[in-house]
């Protein structure tokens, strides 16, 4: 394992041969875990989706990398389209840290259109000679090369006073008059988290505003990757506030990220009346979400299938993390809904089993590495039901279902070569608004994605099993019409 010192981490990639950096890219490929049908990096560590965004028939994402290790260090963004948000397509790292402003790393940012082309705004992040952090905000666009152009100095070049300089993750978007705003995760000098925001008229020039005035004014130390949104006539402020102590089954991750929903935003008027915080997702493996509106309205959501300061077992093949997969945002009894992109029955490629059963006791249906899991119509027959996949003599994934208190629970005590549980737990719970009825999970060779109730609750995580456990079986008295779909 390497030894990752400060030199190491802010190495740049154009400092590597050629021919090592390819032997890198050959053992990350052939190495256990790697996905089917995820974003993943082709070496090094995947982190925040960045500069989301849809143009002329085309989906932009980009995310947060670091092409040397499984760590974090020098920061690259690497670019990735789609045209049907399924089938991705790479089109190798779009923006270089490698002028002043950003010399320690392009930090997260959002994409926007402008004059009919893709334009990003940025952090650029820098260190001084005794390590003192300075950001900025740095706009930039799109070339025909698929490279970012930065337009220097920065547009926003210091933080403003009042705040530290963990000040970062601007999202961009425009009004119905026209006129632009930024939102940007900060820190203010007492130590505690909040969002800024920023007005321009060209895009280019920007006028601090102030704060974004919420009802929770000291939540956490830091809020990082701020976005704001207008959907189904309610104003919905997403982000991930660090610092939250755990509350019952809340909380339970190193970091959160979750949204207020109010009303819209009378901007420039600061004041965000809304309803309490809630969290986009109760699984294992999830942060620094970012949205885009599709090129039908709607508003799609990607997030980060991981957490900082965690060590995963495939770091010993020198990569870490993927992205999980698109969701679209509906708000329905005032919660924020998540459902999988409709496009995605495009991945199904065979039906391993579609029927109704009768569940009884204990039974094996199928198996499965790379799958699909719809269960519709459930109805019990006694007080819990549970269900494991990628299961053998020594391994499964377990989903418990108790029908009395409401709360599924998600077990990876057993799920194959552990994330360390001594700073990150084995189990994940929620408990529903209404009894569970439809289910719908994707597990590719190293993650699931839950969805419970049609979206009313969301779980992601990682698991490293073997490749040879693949049982998908169920325990308890129940009927369901249950659909398995190949993937892999």
Not at 145 to 161: C, F, T
Not at 300 to 324: K, Q
Request: aromatic share 14%; charged share 20%.
């Amino acid at each position: 394992m390497n030894q990752w010192t400060r030199e190491a981490r802010y190495r740049p990639l154009s400092d590597v041969d050629p021919s090592v950096y390819q032997a890198m890219k050959e053992e990350v490929r052939t190495s256990p875990w790697r996905f089917s049908y995820h974003i993943q990096p082709p070496t090094g560590l995947l982190n925040d989706p960045n500069g989301f965004v849809y143009h002329d028939g085309l989906y932009h994402l980009f995310y947060q990398w670091f092409p040397l290790g499984p760590v974090h260090g020098l920061k690259y963004w690497y670019h990735m389209t789609s045209k049907d948000l399924v089938h991705w397509f790479d089109e190798g790292a779009a923006l270089i840290p490698n002028d002043d402003p950003d010399s320690h790393g392009a930090y997260s940012g959002s994409g926007f259109i402008k004059d009919d082309q893709v334009h990003i705004m940025y952090t650029g992040n820098k260190r001084d000679a005794d390590w003192n952090r300075h950001t900025s905000q740095i706009v930039g666009h799109l070339r025909s090369d698929g490279r970012i152009e930065k337009h220097l100095p920065p547009a926003i070049p210091n933080v403003p006073a009042g705040y530290t300089e963990h000040f970062r993750d601007p999202k961009v978007f425009q009004d119905a008059s026209g006129t632009w705003y930024c939102i940007i995760g900060a820190q203010r000098i007492d130590l505690t988290g909040c969002t800024v925001i920023y007005q321009s008229q060209d895009a280019e020039h920007w006028t601090f505003l102030g704060e974004l005035q919420t009802n929770n004014p000291t939540f956490g130390y830091m809020w990082e990757c701020p976005d704001y949104f207008e959907l189904d006539g309610k104003g919905v402020f997403l982000f991930s506030p660090q610092g939250i102590e755990p509350d019952g089954t809340n909380y339970q991750n190193i970091f959160q990220s979750g949204y207020f929903i109010g009303e819209p935003l009378a901007l420039p008027d600061l004041t965000f009346t809304h309803e309490s915080f809630q969290e986009l997702d109760f699984g294992f493996d999830f942060y620094a979400p970012q949205t885009t509106e599709a090129a039908d309205g709607r508003r799609i959501l990607v997030g980060w299938m991981g957490l900082p300061d965690i060590s995963y077992p495939s770091d010993i093949y020198n990569w870490a993390h993927a992205l999980t997969l698109p969701r679209e945002l509906t708000i329905e009894q005032g919660q924020l809904r998540q459902r999988p992109v409709r496009e995605l029955t495009q991945l199904r490629k065979e039906t391993l089993f579609d029927e109704t059963i009768l569940f009884e006791q204990d039974v094996t249906i199928a198996e499965a590495e790379i799958f699909e899991l719809m269960m519709t119509d459930l109805k019990l027959s006694s007080d819990s039901f549970r269900f494991s996949i990628r299961q053998d003599a020594t391994e499964e994934t377990v989903f418990h279902y108790d029908a009395v208190s409401r709360q599924f629970t998600i077990d990876r005590s057993r799920s194959g070569a552990e994330v360390p549980a001594e700073t990150f737990g084995t189990s994940r719970s929620t408990v529903l608004t209404k009894d569970l009825h439809t289910l719908r999970l994707f597990v590719d060779r190293s993650s699931f994605e839950l969805f419970l109730n049609d979206g009313e609750a969301v779980a992601s995580g990682r698991i490293f099993p073997k490749a040879s456990s693949r049982g998908i079986a169920f325990s308890g008295e129940a009927t369901a019409h249950l659909s398995i779909f190949d993937l892999s």
